[in-house]
């Protein structure tokens, strides 16, 4: 089966500080997504990329950068971080097609402090 | 902009029971896929079940169906016979077939079975 690994399952993160995420896939997919999760909030979208060196701003992409140089990688950066972005990160991919299973990481719970 | 909402934060229900998990969603389009997955302790993702908007028959996985009423854009699950390990966070999502194609995923639903 599809393996997406997130490289870290808790993180903890001064305000100011950079911070990476990182996200790795296993089987070739052409889209990878970063979504946040919130309590009563579900999962909203934060970016996204169709192929390689290409992304998408999602629905809530303001403090956030992502890095697409390698196809199986797909990176969300936290510029500087904020209290407000506390919160558990989940990548995802799939192949091309809107009807293709979606593959999640095990997310990263992310504090800042 | 698509919305998907869940208005049941908790439910609960009886090992063995049936229960049956809401969502309505907003939409414009008139083909698109509807999901339900499944969110235990562990954090891992699991897909429930899909349902092609294209299709009238009601989707099926064992225990797991859905009610799709399509003018109505309501979308329930339905777990029969209750397990302990369905026990988790259910999220409803949308996905369009035109433009960007994001999962467009509602607020959860927190099910817990009582022994």
């Known amino acids: 089966d599809v393996k997406v690994t997130q490289s870290s399952r808790y993180l903890v993160k001064r305000t100011g500080e950079k911070v990476f995420l990182e996200c790795v896939q296993d089987m070739d997919h052409e889209n990878m997504f970063w979504y946040r999760q919130d309590p009563g909030l579900g999962l909203r979208l934060i970016y996204f990329s169709y192929d390689v060196k290409m992304k998408e701003k999602g629905d809530i992409p303001e403090g956030y950068s992502v890095s697409r140089e390698k196809k199986e990688r797909f990176s969300l950066i936290l510029e500087s971080a904020s209290t407000n972005q506390t919160s558990m990160y989940l990548c995802a991919s799939r192949l091309g097609g809107a009807n293709e299973k979606l593959f999640f990481g095990s997310g990263t719970q992310l504090s800042v402090l | 902009a698509q919305t998907v909402t869940q208005s049941q934060p908790e439910m609960s229900v009886q090992e063995a029971e049936t229960v049956t998990l809401s969502c309505t969603y907003d939409t414009s389009e008139s083909d698109y896929y509807l999901f339900w997955y499944k969110q235990p302790p562990s954090r891992q993702m699991i897909l429930v079940i899909r349902?092609?908007?294209?299709?009238?028959q009601n989707a099926t996985e064992n225990r797991f169906s859905v009610n799709f009423q399509k003018a109505a854009k309501s979308f329930s699950l339905k777990i029969s016979d209750s397990q302990l390990g369905d026990a988790a966070m259910y999220f409803c999502?949308?996905?369009?077939?035109?433009?960007?194609?994001?999962?467009?995923f509602g607020q959860g639903t927190r099910l817990t079975i009582n022994p």
């Open positions: 999502a949308y996905r369009g077939i035109q433009g960007a194609q994001k999962l467009v």
């Open positions: 349902q092609e908007a294209y299709k009238q």
